[in-house]
């Protein structure tokens, strides 16, 4: 067990001291005279709070997203969190799920080193329910948070799936991650068509495959050769997956930069057996063509044609078809039980149990998600463990919102017709030297100020002064959008204040005329405003601040 401490015994102040060094540190930070800078200064050093030595605290398990969002604001509303985890590395599925060419993991060091900062205790290398259990950190803690997300691959259910040589992928990411052995051969078949799958096939080529020189490796067009460049130089890749190209639920991004790098995919088949050599290992997998994934109703219903085989030679396998949460921890746990799929139940929105000290976050309460969504729920739990103890939780009480004229508005000439340019990468030697390698490189300082043009300001809105308006048509004709239409109020549908605006000019609904305009399709380009004689037409930027109870 390694404890690792910055706590109340350190000092207020040393703890204050080490948050200003670590935002003097940030390249956000770098110019302290900002009026913001100042301001976000003048912010957290309000809201930090030691808390009395005598205060409740909470016990979290997990140091993923969920759970170090849950430290984080527990911390800035006072309350003492102790972070569990099993690991001898804080940071959870960001530091051993996601590879390191994605998130370098010293942007997820220096998250962490700010929580420490503001007081939260990370006790590493801890497992709950074999060094400790649920019931001990009951009694250690007024309430405890569980954000143990689903590290659990599914299995593999087939005849012959318990084969050597098959690991579950979030298994074999975790290795790598830690620097274990992982007994990656040279025939590696991932099965699985999602984004983890596509995580597990890139980090075992950049595992399998030997580095070259740089300039021996590059992206070729015809991506098969490119793959069986791969196999030459000692190992190949393969992913199979249920689901057409269309259908995979893998980003494209993934798919097409694994394809760059010598992941051969083959889409449309489901595995049926596991074929073992003599001394028990797999050989290779034999796969059935899919001829339907969902039913009529459109649940997951895979049908398969018994008459079409593809059989994949292989000595590794991946297995990336799933992941489940481990509620081992809370056997024995008074008050909790467990529903007809195994979890454990609890309120999506405050975390709540059975059990009135017991809260969960992040995956483990909804199941797997993205880990902005993690931190979304630890966030959001937090806030309702400190008003179960008692604590003063600020509360929005009300919005003020308004516009502001933005004078001189204008937009760069073409600037609707510029096309989404994706982040830059490394050519793929670069990328295959180590799982430490980015794949992305940033954007040059010209086509991240292009990339900028092509924002559309939709806080930005036109605003038409019906007192000014002389309905003279300038604003429709200039419009590259076709948003904007004048109509007679007897072509819309009749509402009371319609009603109430045609008696109010004393004419009939024939004769009275309306612009009405498509939100959905204006691109904010000012040429409306600019055409208008009698300057009815105005860019006001829409601004909000809400208040707290």
């Known amino acids: 067990m390694v404890t690792e401490q910055y706590g109340p015994e350190s000092g207020f102040y040393a703890r204050k001291e080490v948050f200003w060094r670590l935002l003097d540190q940030d390249p956000l930070m ?23 030595p005598d205060s409740p605290s909470v016990g979290i398990v997990g140091s993923g997203p969920a759970g170090l969002a849950a430290a984080h ?29 994605r998130l370098p993991r010293q942007i997820i060091q220096a998250e962490i080193d700010v929580i420490r900062s503001l007081g939260a205790e990370f006790i590493t290398g801890i497992e709950i329910g074999k060094d400790i259990t649920i019931s001990q950190l009951l009694e250690r ?80 067009k015809d991506v098969t050769r490119l793959a069986r460049r791969m196999g030459e130089r000692g190992a190949e890749v393969h992913l199979a997956c249920l689901e057409s190209l269309t259908e995979m639920p893998a980003d494209l991004v993934e798919i097409t930069e694994g394809e760059e790098e010598g992941v051969l995919r083959h889409n449309g088949i489901g595995p049926a057996e596991v074929l073992k050599d003599s001394a028990g ?13 969902w039913d009529e109703n459109r649940r997951f219903s895979p049908k398969f044609d018994p008459n079409d085989v593809t059989e994949i030679e292989c000595d590794t396998v991946l297995v990336c078809i799933g992941q489940a949460v481990n509620w081992n921890l809370f056997d024995g746990v008074p008050g909790l039980s467990k529903d007809s799929r195994g979890n454990i139940p609890a309120d999506l929105e405050t975390g709540k149990t059975a059990h009135e000290k017991i809260f969960i976050a992040g995956d483990a309460a909804y199941g797997p998600k993205l880990a902005i969504h993690a931190v979304a729920s630890g966030k959001k739990i937090a806030r309702s463990v400190a008003a179960s103890l008692g604590v003063s939780v600020p509360q929005p009480a009300g919005r003020q919102c308004g516009h502001t004229v933005v004078e001189n508005y204008y937009r760069e000439t073409g600037f609707e017709r510029l096309w989404r340019s994706p ?15 980015p794949v992305e490189r940033t954007y040059s300082l010209a086509d991240a100020q292009r990339q900028a043009h092509r924002c559309l300001s939709c806080n930005v809105n036109t605003v038409f002064d019906s007192s000014l308006c002389i309905l003279c048509g300038g604003c429709v004709d200039v419009c590259p959008e076709d948003c904007l239409k004048i109509v007679p109020l007897s072509k819309l549908l009749p509402t009371e204040e319609l009603n109430r605006l045609a008696r109010e000019t004393g004419d009939s609904a024939e004769n009275t005329s309306a612009i009405i305009k498509d939100e959905d399709r204006c691109i904010r380009c000012a040429l409306c405003a600019e055409r208008c004689p009698a300057k009815a037409i105005t860019m006001e930027s829409f601004h909000f601040q809400e208040k707290v109870a």
């Open 73 to 101: 604001d527990l911390a800035l509303l006072g309350i003492k969190s102790f972070v569990y985890e099993r690991e001898t590395l804080a940071g959870g599925m960001l530091a051993v799920g996601i590879p390191e060419y």
């Open 423 to 437: 982040p830059p990468v490394h050519e793929v030697s670069e990328r295959l030297r180590s799982v430490r390698s």
């Open 281 to 293: 290992r797999v050989r290779a997998v034999r796969f059935l063509r899919v001829t339907s994934l």
């Open 30 to 52: 770098d110019n302290p005279d900002r009026e913001d800078v100042r301001h976000l200064r003048r912010q957290i050093y309000e809201r930090l709070q030691s808390p009395p």
């Open 141 to 220: 803690h007024a309430a405890v948070i569980v954000a143990i997300g689903a590290k659990l691959s599914r299995p593999l259910r087939v005849p012959g799936g318990d084969a050597a040589g098959i690991y579950g992928g979030i298994d074999f990411l975790r290795a790598i991650a830690l620097g274990q052995a992982t007994g990656l051969g040279k025939k590696i078949l991932v099965i699985g068509g999602g984004n983890v799958a596509y995580d597990a096939a890139r980090t075992a080529l950049r595992k399998a495959v030997p580095a070259e020189p740089a300039g021996l490796v590059r992206i070729e």
